[in-house]
């Protein structure tokens, strides 16, 4: 409801906090986002691997954001994880290891990945 600003993503910040050039990070985000438009577009199903972080899937309408628990620890703790995933089950069907072959993540079995 209502209004949402979007903000420009801040490609200088991301080349300080990377050590990468500003119009090498500009032309990565680009070239990714245009990549996946053209996918999405096709109907392709696909993966974003973020790196240290978890995947984003997109298979025909639906989205999902599954994390790493390695990044979900470093972020809330192992105990803390460990009682969020007794309260609430459903949150560990969004938590998966880094070594999980992405395929066997979907759906389908087929999908694109973006690294």
Same mark, same amino acid.
Request: net charge positive; hydrophobic share 45%; glycine share 10%.
């Given at each position: 409801?209502?209004?949402?600003?979007?903000?420009?993503?801040?490609?200088?910040?991301?080349?300080?906090?990377?050590?990468?050039?500003?119009?090498?990070?500009?032309?990565?985000?680009?070239?990714?986002?245009?990549?996946?438009?053209?996918?999405?577009?096709?109907?392709?199903?696909?993966?974003? $691997?973020?790196?240290?972080?978890? &995947?984003?899937?997109?298979? *025909?309408?639906? #989205?999902?954001?599954?994390? %790493? !628990?390695?990044?979900?620890?470093?972020?809330?703790?192992?105990?803390?994880?460990?009682?969020?995933?007794?309260? $609430?089950?459903?949150?560990?069907? &969004?938590?998966?290891?880094? *070594?999980?072959? #992405?395929?066997?993540?979907? %759906? !389908?079995?087929?999908?694109?990945?973006?690294?």
């Amino acid at each position: 409801p209502g209004n949402k600003e979007v903000e420009p993503l801040k490609y200088a910040k991301v080349a300080r906090a990377t050590s990468v050039s500003r119009q090498k990070v500009e032309g990565c985000i680009q070239g990714t986002i245009s990549l996946l438009s053209y996918c999405l577009g096709k109907g392709e199903n696909i993966a974003l $691997v973020l790196r240290d972080v978890g &995947m984003l899937l997109i298979e *025909g309408r639906r #989205v999902t954001m599954k994390y %790493f !628990s390695i990044f979900l620890e470093k972020i809330s703790g192992k105990k803390n994880l460990e009682i969020a995933g007794f309260k $609430v089950p459903q949150l560990m069907d &969004m938590v998966v290891s880094q *070594g999980v072959p #992405v395929a066997s993540l979907t %759906f !389908s079995g087929r999908v694109i990945v973006f690294p």
